[in-house]
């Protein structure tokens, strides 16, 4: 069975620093492209980025290039979503999610991961 | 890049009625060499990730009921729920994967029971 395991909730201040994961099972990590989506509270689903994990090759939305960092460790099947400086827009659930065919990102994702909550608060 | 909006933002339905929430996409995502619409529809329940419904625009996803389906083409798509359930109360959410990213969203409808 695939599945997207994430970190748990989080509480920062504004400036500081964050990394959540994405642990996934179930199928060769490598081989599929794993995208973060970020939904603020009350709102809609905002597509943040892609990244491959066999090459690390990344594509982000005009909206988070260069707010955030997307990576991979193939070593232990884990994506990563990071902040060298959160505000308190960056509040919000952050999903983890896997596209369906390998080696493609020109698909749907499917499955989700749980979510990771971010409250960024001074 | 490629916007999503759908519509209504929001909408009421009986209990055994019939619910439809239209997507429209700033261009086409139809892709002329395999004759495919690169859109999918997903379903969030309250506290719930998304929940892939549909793909390639009409195909229904493994185990969604058969009330559920997708249709449309080019630019104009329609989630369909035949008889709406209880359990259906959701934020529905299309989104294209045609162009390069980003692959955006719709901004949701929100399903309630009447």
């Known amino acids: 069975e695939v599945q997207l395991v994430q970190s748990g909730a989080e509480v920062k201040k504004p400036g500081e620093s964050l990394k959540i994961s994405c642990e996934c099972s179930?199928?060769?990590?490598?081989?599929?492209?794993i995208a973060w989506v970020r939904q603020k509270p009350g709102q809609g689903l905002e597509w943040m980025g892609i990244?491959?994990?066999?090459?690390?090759?990344?594509r982000y939305s005009p909206s988070f290039e260069g707010q955030v960092t997307i990576s991979a460790d193939k070593s232990i099947n884990t994506a990563y979503l990071q902040w060298s400086s959160l505000k308190a827009s960056d509040t919000a659930m952050y999903y983890c999610a896997r596209h369906s065919s390998a080696g493609s990102h020109y698909n749907w994702i499917d499955p989700w991961g749980q979510g990771t909550l971010v409250t960024v608060s001074s | 890049d490629i916007v999503m909006t759908q519509s209504p933002d929001s909408l009421a339905v009986p209990l055994g009625e019939r619910a439809t929430i239209s997507c429209k996409s700033s261009q086409s995502v139809l892709y002329r060499s395999n004759n495919r619409n690169y859109l999918a529809w997903y379903q969030q329940k309250p506290g719930q990730p998304p929940n892939l419904l549909i793909y390639w625009a009409s195909t229904r996803e493994s185990g969604v009921p058969d009330r559920f389906s997708g249709s449309g083409s080019g630019t104009d798509f329609t989630l369909t729920i035949s008889s709406v359930q209880a359990e259906d109360v959701a934020v529905y959410y299309c989104?294209?994967?045609?162009?390069?990213?980003?692959?955006?969203f719709g901004q949701g409808t929100k399903l309630e029971i009447k």
């Open positions: 990244i491959y994990p066999g090459d690390s090759d990344t």
């Open positions: 179930g199928y060769t990590f490598s081989n599929y492209w």
């Open positions: 989104q294209q994967y045609y162009t390069t990213p980003p692959y955006a």
